[in-house]
């Protein structure tokens, strides 16, 4: 609070050089911080209990009916991801700046459920292992922009509009089959134009599939 109150306070002084420097839109009963420390070299599930009750907590105010597997799921890649950073040096090589974007949609993706079975029912033989290195690719390299997300969703309702067909399932596989490949361009490249192509239509299937959270989510997030 202090720490706020002092940036406020410098703030309204260098905007009142040459602006207004008021707070009148700034409503501070808004504002929430929780602020969670751990030990970079403490590995004790017990230490991380208090984290477990944020993601827990958050979800409940989300709306979402959230089984405790998947909290533990974006509870260990918070661990996994973000401990050796909460712990590096500022002008080290691990320590990155996390952005709001960034980190909702990794738990986005952490919590949307996979795609459906006959999805894979429907996979060439062998590559069901490439496509979970193709889709952790997306996830580390792509997340971050949230223009991927939203271009699948508006792409999606576009199509369902052009369509005459009430089915909407049947409209989902046509969409995914048909035009998978107008989104190339913004997912990672792969070696095996196989890999690529199933990699594509899975990503794009489980955003269809968790719309309805995904809407949550950024709704209770306040996230464009």
């Known amino acids: 609070k202090k720490f706020i109150r002092a940036r406020i306070k410098t703030a309204k002084k260098q905007l009142e050089e040459k602006y207004i420097g008021s707070i009148q839109y700034f409503d501070l009963n ?12 403490e590995q004790d599930e017990v230490n991380y209990l208090s984290l ?6 958050l979800f409940e105010k989300l709306k979402l009916n959230i089984r405790l597997g998947k909290i533990h799921v ?3 890649m918070l661990i996994t991801k973000y401990l050796a950073n909460a712990g590096s040096k500022e002008w080290g090589e691990k320590h ?7 980190l909702i949609w990794k738990i986005i993706f952490g919590i949307i459920d996979s795609a459906p079975t006959e999805f894979y029912e429907e ?23 949230v223009v991927i997300i939203n271009k699948v969703l508006a792409g ?6 052009l369509e005459n067909e009430r ?8 969409f995914v089959n048909h035009k998978w490949s107008d989104y190339k361009d913004i997912f990672p490249l792969n070696e095996d134009p196989i890999v690529q192509e199933y990699g594509i239509k899975m990503i794009i299937t489980r955003i269809i599939y968790g719309q309805r959270t995904i ?10």
Do not use: C, W
């Open 30 to 41: 808004r504002l929430k911080l929780a602020t969670i420390l751990f030990s970079s070299d």
């Open 52 to 57: 477990e009750n944020v993601i827990e907590d």
């Open 74 to 76: 974006i509870r260990d």
């Open 96 to 102: 990155k700046r996390i952005s709001k974007e960034n």
């Open 123 to 145: 996979l060439p033989i062998g590559i069901e292992g490439e496509l979970d290195i193709y889709e952790h690719d997306f996830v580390e390299q792509q997340v971050e922009d």
């Open 156 to 161: 999606f309702n576009e199509y369902m509009k």
């Open 167 to 174: 089915n909407r399932k049947e409209v989902f596989r046509r």
């Open 215 to 224: 809407a949550k989510i950024k709704d209770g997030v306040n996230l464009k």
